[in-house]
Nanobody
Framework: QVQLVESGGGLVQPGGSLRLSCAAS????????MGWYRQVPGKQRELVAL???????NYEDSVKGRFTISRDNAKNTVYLQMNSLTHEDTAVYYC?????????WGQGTQVTVSS
């Protein structure tokens, strides 16, 4: 049974930081590309950051220089370090695992940036 479980979300003030984690089970984690996406009401889900099996990364323009995606294959976990958070970062953040022919999503974790 495939399962992706996000954690680390919560309420932070503008300028603060959070570290999200996504623990995967039921897949051969090391061969999957992993991604973080986010969605707010009335908007399309958007890519935040990607990391492939070789640990090459890609970021949405709005988070470049503030967010860092990383992975620990020994722990079957992908992380998203988020710094200098603003109100515009408020969203539900989703973890995705993908390889050729397969795609899986987590249930999401809420991040709220508010003063």
């Amino acid at each position: 049974q495939v399962q992706l479980v996000e954690s680390g979300g919560g309420l932070v003030q503008p300028g603060g930081s959070l570290r999200l984690s996504c623990a995967a089970s039921g897949i051969t984690f090391a061969i999957y590309a992993m991604g973080w996406y986010r969605q707010v009401p009335g908007k399309q889900r958007e890519l935040v950051a990607l990391i492939n099996s070789a640990s090459n990364t890609n970021y949405e323009d709005s988070v470049k220089g503030r967010f860092t995606i990383s992975r620990d294959n020994a722990k079957n976990t992908v992380y998203l370090q988020m710094n200098s958070l603003t109100h515009e970062d408020t969203a539900v953040y989703y973890c995705k695992a993908r390889r050729v022919g397969f795609e899986y999503w987590g249930q999401g974790t809420q991040v709220t940036v508010s003063s």
